[in-house]
């Protein structure tokens, strides 16, 4: 009996300290005072954008941090705690939390890690006012076609100086 508990333990650290090691950023949270509708919102828009929102106890998130060899978020573990993982956008965690934060107040955001590096408030505040993935790759796109569509201005602007000058000369005929 104990050793199928003390094994249901090993097996959440596990999960856990994986998804610390395969998460691009993840933030942690006290979501104390927040309605159960408003957790359903807020679970909600993390869901949309593929990040996942989970509830842990402190003594398996310190654990799955040590297997997953982070240091650094033991003070963050603390009273209620919830840790939201995206595996893909960057982003996206700290988007939706800082906005969630500004419209409730009760949300607090005490941490978290960016591509592998524990990083403080201040930089997931930064991180939160990044444009998504869509949103870096059309500016991307945008820089990119500058230069062919200037080129394109310039061909044309050159063709309607030649179309002058022949128009001109027709008139001097």
């Known amino acids: 009996m104990v050793k199928e508990i003390i ?6 650290v596990d999960e856990v300290a994986d998804k610390f090691k395969n998460s691009v950023s993840n933030v942690v949270v006290d979501y104390r005072g927040l309605t159960v509708e408003e957790v359903t919102d807020l679970r909600k828009q993390l869901r949309e954008a593929g990040v996942e929102m989970r509830v842990i106890k402190n003594t398996y998130l310190k654990r799955a941090a040590a297997k997953a060899e982070i240091e650094g978020l033991d003070d963050v573990f603390a009273g209620p705690t919830a840790v939201c993982f995206s595996e893909e956008d960057v982003t996206a965690p700290a988007r939706i939390l800082v906005k969630f934060a500004e419209d409730h107040e ?19 505040n930064a991180l939160s006012k990044l444009p998504d ?11 990119l076609q500058a230069p062919v569509r200037n080129f394109a201005y310039a061909v044309k602007a050159v063709a309607d100086s030649k179309d002058e000058v022949a128009d001109a000369d027709a008139d001097a005929e």
Not at 7 to 12: R, W
Request: overall charge neutral.
């Open 7 to 12: 094994a249901k333990k090993a097996a959440i």
């Open 106 to 124: 009760n949300l607090e955001i005490k941490g978290g890690m960016i591509e592998g590096k524990v990083s403080s408030l201040d930089e997931i």
């Open 133 to 143: 993935r869509e949103g870096l790759l059309s500016m991307l796109l945008s820089v």
